[in-house]
């Protein structure tokens, strides 16, 4: 759907900006990290990793199971479901490394939800990836989204199309996590992972940007 239907119509309401897919491995488990500006990220995303020669998996609300043309969307592309409860958190962090270990690519949105800063800089990353990673020692590619929140902003369910928002999709080398990999991670190795992690999607978006984002948001 987002090769056939999506892609064409954005390419031509859009400026794509595509890079890093080198950074991508074309097979094996890998974890795709990326800042979360608008509800368009995942195809964005989608359409970069389809580039990339990978299919990508996302997390995602259950509610969206619930509703009868998404749910079948989300069946079908094996996407991973996420319901409220520390319980349910873990059976979708289960499904995320059995995945990951069945050699597929699983994309994160580590921020856990929609950057709350006015400057579109990430904010602090949650743990759950750097657990992931850790556990598996699949490799944590960062991305970087910018343009998203102009095509659709938060709160908006139309994209602004007419005015032909360039659309950045920047990906980078695998976060070097290897001195904290081991099965049972502790509460300091995985804040240290997701600095990583965090601060290596804050570089990507220096260089997407050309600007340098405020203090307190580096290594977010």
């Not at 699949?138 to 659309?167: F, I, K, S």
């Amino acid at each position: 759907m987002a090769i056939e239907v999506i892609a064409p119509l954005l390419a031509a309401a859009t400026r794509w900006r595509l890079a890093g897919h080198e950074h991508v491995p074309r097979e094996g488990g890998v974890l795709l990290a990326g800042n979360h500006l608008s509800l368009a990220d995942p195809i964005a995303v989608t359409l970069f990793t389809q580039t990339a020669g990978r299919v990508p998996r996302f997390f995602a609300m259950a509610e969206l199971w619930k509703i009868p043309v998404v749910r079948r969307v989300m069946a079908s592309g094996r996407h991973i479901p996420v319901h409220r409860g520390k319980a349910s958190a873990l059976h979708a962090f289960r499904d995320g490394v059995a995945a990951v270990r069945e050699g597929e690519c699983v994309v994160v949105f580590p921020e856990g939800g929609l950057t709350d800063r006015p400057d579109g800089w990430p904010t602090k990353g949650k743990t759950g990836l750097a657990r992931m990673a850790l556990t598996t020692g699949a490799p944590v590619v960062p991305v970087a989204c910018w343009g998203t929140h102009e095509l659709l902003p938060e709160g908006r369910w139309l994209p602004r199309v007419w005015r032909r928002p360039p659309l950045h999709v920047v990906a980078g080398p695998a976060v070097d996590l290897s001195d904290l990999v081991c099965e049972r991670p502790s509460a300091t190795q995985l804040r240290e992972a997701t600095e990583r992690i965090m601060t290596s999607i804050t570089d990507l978006l220096v260089e997407v940007r050309g600007r340098t984002p405020p203090a307190e948001a580096m290594g977010a």
